[in-house]
């Protein structure tokens, strides 16, 4: 097993839901990223999503887009984001870390050598928005041969053919996109995520985790009612805005502080679910 199959194998038994939050790799800044990683840890992550900066990431809301923007312009690149996540694994060897990213810094990698840096990193699965789940084949069979996940996304507007497809290539959970739209999108319907969860359990036994639109314990809890996992990437990326290299140690610290209030209201809950 993976351990992100390990990891839900375990709050299934707990009778909880997975917290996952979002960060993107050299956000702030690169110094203080493993930092943020470890943190997220203490204060209830039970995976976390990275982002691996992308100079055109078509997906991303603009929050997430100018973290994407900040870790750039900080040097962070896939390398370096891997190596970050090398970095987490001395000292943490249990919290799955997912890779979301694009497929060109892949492809400027190589499928081959990428997946063996992620295998090397310590990287639990990868999610690479724009790779269509029937293009996909190969590099699912090279992900599973490392003990890899590949993470594929379904939303409100998934035509059936690429949903059968997901359901035919994606392991470790799927991540089902709870609105229309960019990451940070509008308001969610609970009522209406609860259905398409749902719908899609009857046609997988893989977990469900939503994201998009999820923002205080509130919603969180709604989502967690039907699903087995929440997602929440913009809410927590926002805290970072305004700040790069040249920001002061308190400054980070402060906004840290933001991010962290904020994933002990989702992870309490999340608890009160049990």
């Known amino acids: 097993m993976t351990r992100i199959e390990t990891t839900f194998e375990i709050l299934k038994q707990q009778n909880k839901k997975a917290l996952i939050p979002y960060v993107m790799a050299g956000d702030p800044t690169a110094d203080s990223f493993v930092g943020v990683l470890n943190d997220l840890v203490a204060h209830g992550a039970d995976m976390i999503e990275v982002g691996l900066p992308f100079s055109d990431p078509m997906a991303d809301g603009p929050t997430v887009a100018l973290a994407g923007e900040r870790a750039l312009a900080g040097g962070t690149s896939t390398h370096q984001a891997l190596a970050m996540v090398k970095k987490f694994r001395e000292t943490n060897s249990s919290t799955p870390i997912i890779l979301m990213g694009y497929l060109n810094p892949i492809e400027i990698i190589g499928y081959d050598e990428f997946i063996r840096l992620c295998a090397?990193?310590?990287?639990?699965?990868?999610?690479?928005?724009?790779?269509?789940?029937?293009?996909?084949?190969?590099?699912?069979?090279?992900?599973?041969?490392?003990?890899?996940?590949?993470?594929?996304?379904?939303?409100?507007?998934?035509?059936?053919?690429?949903?059968?497809?997901?359901?035919?290539?994606?392991?470790?959970?799927?991540?089902?996109?709870?609105?229309?739209?960019?990451?940070?999108?509008?308001?969610?319907?609970?009522?209406?995520?609860?259905?398409?969860?749902?719908?899609?359990?009857?046609?997988?036994?893989?977990?469900?985790?939503?994201?998009?639109?999820i923002r205080d314990g509130e919603s969180a809890a709604?989502?967690?009612?039907?699903?087995?996992?929440?997602?929440v990437g913009s809410e927590l990326v926002k805290n970072f805005t305004g700040l790069d290299s040249t920001s002061s140690t308190e400054e980070i610290a402060a906004a840290q502080v933001k991010i962290m209030q904020k994933m002990n209201e989702l992870r309490q809950a999340l608890d009160q679910l049990a």
């Open 120 to 213: 090397e990193s310590g990287v639990d699965g990868v999610l690479v928005v724009d790779l269509p789940p029937a293009e996909s084949g190969n590099f699912v069979e090279r992900l599973a041969q490392h003990n890899m996940n590949k993470i594929f996304l379904l939303s409100p507007t998934t035509l059936p053919e690429r949903r059968k497809q997901v359901m035919t290539h994606c392991s470790g959970y799927i991540y089902y996109v709870s609105l229309k739209g960019v990451t940070g999108s509008a308001s969610i319907d609970t009522s209406a995520v609860a259905e398409q969860v749902k719908a899609i359990k009857q046609e997988t036994g893989l977990p469900i985790c939503v994201g998009f639109g």
């Open 222 to 231: 709604a989502i967690g009612q039907n699903a087995d996992g929440v997602i």
